[in-house]
């Protein structure tokens, strides 16, 4: 049934945002995040997985139809952490939490849905899910089994936003950060640097275009997407290289980059200060953290960063605890629901043999059984014979199975209707 899907994860809920950034996957040279996954899924025997990185956890979601033994969390920070000292693995790994079956489901379920955030209600985390379990697809790593759940996760995210009001009042956590550096008396002349390109820089765009900020420079590992930011606000693009040299000063720093380790160093911001003694405003949405420790301990500065939008955040919560209520009660529904679809698609994928052992008759009774019968007849009725055979072998699957799909969805709703049972529950 659904024992086979299993999730790692470590989130806000459980650890600093500091501990979560261990987790997130490095992009060097000779260790990608896809040979990393490759070699984990070959470790541990999973037969697909996918990972999620979001500003607030990281995730490895598998599935493993043989009873699975589980994963020791220190095990699976040692692969993925061998650089960590020892003490810090083990600190790491305790907040690891392996969750199974059903109640695996649930949770993702509960992720997608925005249930599970930092800023519950906020849509981000849907495009992010997305783009993980595509990419994570592009390497080979995924399967029918996740894809399958991944469309129904995505249809139950979209079902819990329109059915209930978990979106509504809600803030993004660039909005909140945009809310935390509007209370240091920004100015619209103010010169800011927006150091990383991606989709957190580009909705923080859209926030400093509303604003009206135009004194922006915007600098990118990849030089393309930092022009699509520039032009959008009316500012400059460079290569992030070319941040070393850059001599004209700023009064906000904003820094999201998917790099592993900080990139604004004491030195570099020094060099950025251009000799300016004044506070700065600085704002760093990247996890692991962009910005030294040693840069926030020794300038005067604003500093705004996720671990430190926590309360922010719960302040906004009040409003959706109940509809968050009504969203479990919906998402409880809905694994009841994954349950039948999941059995049905075990039917369909049992019935690919029956289905090519039907077209093999079909294909042997034109070609060999009555073929010199068949090359007699003139196109026309050689067309008629082909499509009536092609019915024919449709419906030959098709009864079948939808008398065992008729079957599944009886015991389906038999066992809905039993009392106390748990959904989460394989």
Request: charged fraction near 25%; include cysteine.
């Amino acid at each position: 049934m659904l024992e086979g899907y299993h999730c790692l994860t470590l989130t806000h809920r459980e650890a600093p945002l500091e501990t979560i950034g261990q987790l997130v996957l490095r992009n060097d040279a000779d260790r990608t995040p896809e040979l990393v996954l490759q070699q984990l899924k070959t470790r541990f025997d999973w037969e697909e997985v996918f990972y999620l990185a979001t500003c607030n956890r990281v995730l490895f979601f598998y599935y493993q139809a043989v009873p699975a033994k589980g994963v020791e969390p220190a095990t699976l920070v040692a692969l993925l952490r061998p650089d960590l000292p020892a003490q810090k693995q083990a600190e790491t790994a305790s907040y690891i939490r392996q969750i199974n079956g059903g109640e695996a489901i649930q949770h993702l379920l509960e992720v997608a849905s925005s249930m599970d955030s930092l800023v519950i209600g906020e849509r981000e985390v849907i495009r992010q899910m997305r783009e993980a379990f595509e990419q994570s697809r592009d390497w080979g790593l995924t399967g029918d089994h996740l894809r399958l759940l991944m469309r129904f996760t995505i249809e139950t995210a979209k079902s819990v936003y329109s059915q209930t009001g978990i979106g509504e009042k809600a803030l993004s956590v660039v909005a909140l950060a945009f809310r935390e550096m509007e209370k240091h008396g920004l100015h619209r002349d103010q010169r800011i640097l927006l150091v990383g390109a991606g989709q957190t820089i580009a909705l923080v765009a859209k926030f400093l275009d509303k604003s009206g900020f135009r004194n922006t420079a915007v600098f990118n590992r990849s030089l393309d997407k930092a022009e699509a930011v520039a032009e959008y606000l009316g500012g400059k693009a460079y290569p992030l290289e070319a941040l070393a040299s850059y001599q004209q000063g700023f009064d906000v720093m904003i820094v999201c980059t998917g790099a592993a380790n900080p990139i604004i160093t004491t030195d570099l911001y020094e060099q950025l200060l251009a000799a300016e003694t004044g506070p700065k405003t600085v704002v760093d949405l990247a996890v692991p953290n962009n910005v030294a420790k040693s840069v926030v301990a020794n300038f005067p500065m604003h500093y705004i960063q996720i671990e430190g939008l926590r309360d922010a955040a719960r302040e906004n919560l009040a409003y959706r605890e109940k509809e968050r209520e009504k969203a479990a009660v919906l998402i409880q529904d809905k694994i009841y629901e994954f349950r039948q679809r999941w059995h049905e698609r075990q039917v369909e994928r049992s019935m690919y043999p029956i289905a090519e052992a039907i077209k093999a008759v079909r294909e042997k009774a034109v070609s060999e059984v009555f073929g010199k019968d068949f090359d007699q007849l003139d196109p026309a009725a050689q067309e008629l014979v082909h499509r009536m055979l092609a019915y024919m072998e449709k419906k030959c699957v098709a009864i079948p199975m939808k008398a065992v799909k008729e079957i599944v969805l009886h015991a389906s709703r038999e066992r809905k209707m039993q009392p106390a049972t748990d959904p989460a529950k394989p």
